[in-house]
């Protein structure tokens, strides 16, 4: 009877465990898509940050960008990120690495993100509208932003820089925007 139990116990947790994911999901809708620690350093050779500035990293991930951004820049390192798979992989690299990076389990369109002075995206067209008009809103012209492998839809970017890794939906383009 324990074993009946205990069964239908972890078969509750697996099922609410997959709700969960599937509901930040639907809500986010960008699956948790880590870039690859090679295209990392290639975006941050091409790219050249500031010390002691502020790094928003909007949908973080495992913070794997953070980290390397603040190893090589020493950057101060903010993220956001929904889902609870990547938070957990987030936070454990944060420890292991000795980052001082905070990272939210916030969605980061309801956040106010005037403090940054760099904002990093790895993001869907989708998601990239709603952060745009956000943008556009809130009149964050401070910001310098950076988006890897697809670009605002109304946004100029300032510069368009290669980091020659092609994929097939994915042209490995960096787009900096300066507002
Ligand atoms: C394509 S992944 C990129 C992960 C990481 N930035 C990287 O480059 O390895 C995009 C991440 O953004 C997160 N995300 C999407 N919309 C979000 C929102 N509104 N608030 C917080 N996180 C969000 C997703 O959960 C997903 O993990």
Redo the contacts with the bound molecule.
Sequence with gaps: MFWLYFILFILLIVFIVAIVTLV?LLK?K??????PIKTINKILDLISLEENEILY?L????S??LIAAQRKYKIKGVG????WW?LIRSKLNIFFHQAEIVVYNK???KEDLSKADYIFV??LDS?LLKLEKKIIKNNYSEVKIISYGFKFPNLTPSQVLSTQDRTNNNKGLVYIYNL
């Design positions: 930040i986010t960008v699956p948790f898509v880590s870039l990293e949908g973080c991930g495992d794997r960008f956001y990120e929904l889902n990547a969605d980061f369109l790895y993001l998601a």
